[in-house]
């Protein structure tokens, strides 16, 4: 693209003061400069949740022989339907095209018609979950730091001493978000998905050196089996059942970022093109988060045996040293704050983009102040976007006390997404840009794929569903952690 097209169509005030030149994109917009390190960084972030401790678990219910193949699999899946996805950000071209700022506009530039609201409802929906559980994992992280030098001082068995309340660690969090959701956009978020990524490699190293450091102790002996739990020895024959299904969808949606793929795509530099840096930030996201899954499951599973707790990090799988436990904690914590931005960022950006085409004229959502701020330089206060995601916050924090097993609402949300996001759409985009011929090897074989995660998708929803009414029958308001 020439220069001289560049500025067609910009407001003339704005080139005349350099804002094209310097400010804005090709199209208007702020000016892209997302580089393959950004984009990484935030796919890392995305994946990479607390959830990662939790895959000792799902491969102990799994086994030796299915654990490992589930997480290749899933591994392959994301990256092959990230790919997909990834040359569906332009369109008709996915060089040259039209860009697409969100997965629904990318749904409704090759689909159309009613799965634009399928599209939405299922994005929307699974990140609103995604940033309420992260509300509640974030706090169990920070009870974690404080149980784990109650148990140092009191001793391990002193549970009723060291019980702690994770609500006012939900305000905390909250807090944080409320400041950073100011953040205005995913472009201004790289530096923070920078230092989620770093936190997630120290508390997944941490969690592996120490499963590493149990099983090189050797002490109590584990028993690992290449099936997983036995049933009669460990579980029964329905829970084992239940929690087959259970692992399985742990470990799919522990791949899932494509609710925020398109928003990454869109941060990046229009040279080289934005697909072909997605395609390599995606193999090397899914590649490192693998290396991570695969060595915090095996090992831990290693560690613990087929009695893996669900984290053994917050669950207390280890108690010492404790100074490294807080470390780790702290890590998760400072995570999800994060993570919770890469999340929230796309719901921020669709409800404000909606509000302003709506009402162009409200000066109260249209309408920037400049403020100087001493060490930031000039800041742009929106009163909408003050209150409005200030309203959001809050209210995701309410959720999360009222209801604080809600990570098993989040797997029922997971599973309904799965299927459609991270498959379905990408897969039907691919087949009709490419006008791939009905019943062709090509057309039958990806349509075989998409069926088989629906499977996938349906089996984790009832193992969800069955957590879930457990969760509902052993529910207490208000208790202590």
């Known amino acids: 693209m020439t220069k001289s ?80 996805l990834a040359d569906s950000y332009r369109s008709p071209d996915p060089v040259t095209g039209k860009r697409n700022y969100t997965y629904m506009d990318v749904v409704k530039a090759n689909l159309g018609g009613r799965k634009v609201q399928l599209c939405g409802l299922a994005q929307y929906g699974n990140l609103v979950g995604i940033t309420i559980g992260y509300t509640i994992t974030a706090s169990i992280s920070m009870v974690a730091v404080k149980k784990s030098n109650c148990f140092h001082k009191h001793g391990h068995d002193a549970k009723s001493i060291c019980q702690t309340s994770d609500y006012p660690f939900m305000i905390i969090f909250a807090c944080i978000q409320i400041v950073l959701s100011q953040i205005p956009d995913f472009h201004k978020l790289s530096w923070l998905s920078i230092v989620a990524a ?11 050196a120490l499963s ?42 522990a791949y899932a970022y494509s609710t925020v793929l398109v928003e990454i795509q869109d941060t990046l530099k229009s040279s080289p093109p934005e ?43 280890f ?40 009402w162009p004229n409200n000066t109260v959502i249209t309408r920037e102040i400049p403020v100087d701020i ?16 200030t309203a959001y916050v809050i209210v995701t924090a309410v959720i999360a006390m009222i209801l604080p097993f809600f990570n098993d609402f989040l797997g029922l949300l997971g599973a309904a997404s799965f299927w459609p ?37 349906l089996v984790a929803a009832a193992g969800s569903v069955q957590g879930l009414i457990n969760s509902l029958k052993t529910y207490k308001p208000f208790k202590t952690q």
């Open 5 to 84: 097209s560049m500025h067609m169509g910009q407001d003339p005030e704005a080139f005349r003061s350099g804002g094209v030149q310097n400010n804005l994109d090709d199209d208007g917009r702020v000016k892209r400069t997302g580089t393959v390190v950004t984009a990484s960084a935030h796919i890392i972030t995305a994946v990479i949740g607390s959830g990662v401790l939790s895959l000792a678990w799902a491969i102990a219910q799994l086994g030796w022989v299915a654990g490992p193949a589930a997480l290749a699999a899933f591994s392959f899946i994301t990256f092959f339907t990230s790919t997909l």
């Open 421 to 457: 996001l991270t498959v379905y759409f990408p897969v039907e985009m691919y087949i009709a840009r490419s006008k791939i011929r009905k019943f062709s090897f090509t057309w039958t074989w990806l349509k075989i794929l998409s069926w088989a995660c629906l499977v996938v998708s």
């Open 319 to 358: 108690y010492e040293p404790f100074w490294l436990i807080d470390i780790a904690n702290v890590c998760i914590a400072v995570h999800l704050v994060g993570a919770y931005q890469v999340f929230c960022q796309p719901i921020f950006g669709f409800v404000e983009s909606r509000c302003s085409k709506r």
């Open 374 to 389: 001493p060490g930031y330089g000039i800041y742009n206060i929106n009163l909408f976007r003050l209150i409005w995601r």
């Open 212 to 253: 590493i450091v149990k099983v090189a102790g050797g002490g109590n002996h584990v028993r690992t089996t290449l099936t997983g739990t036995t049933v009669g020895v460990d579980v029964s024959g329905s829970e084992k059942v239940w929690r087959v299904f259970q692992a399985v969808g742990n470990i799919a949606f």
């Open 198 to 208: 770093v936190m997630s490699f120290a508390y997944s190293t941490i969690g592996v």
């Open 275 to 317: 697909n072909k840096v997605m395609k390599r930030a995606t193999l090397i996201g899914i590649s490192t988060t693998t290396l991570f899954y695969a060595l915090c499951g095996c090992i831990g599973y290693a560690a613990f045996g087929n009695d893996a707790p669900g984290n053994f990090l917050t669950g207390f799988g």
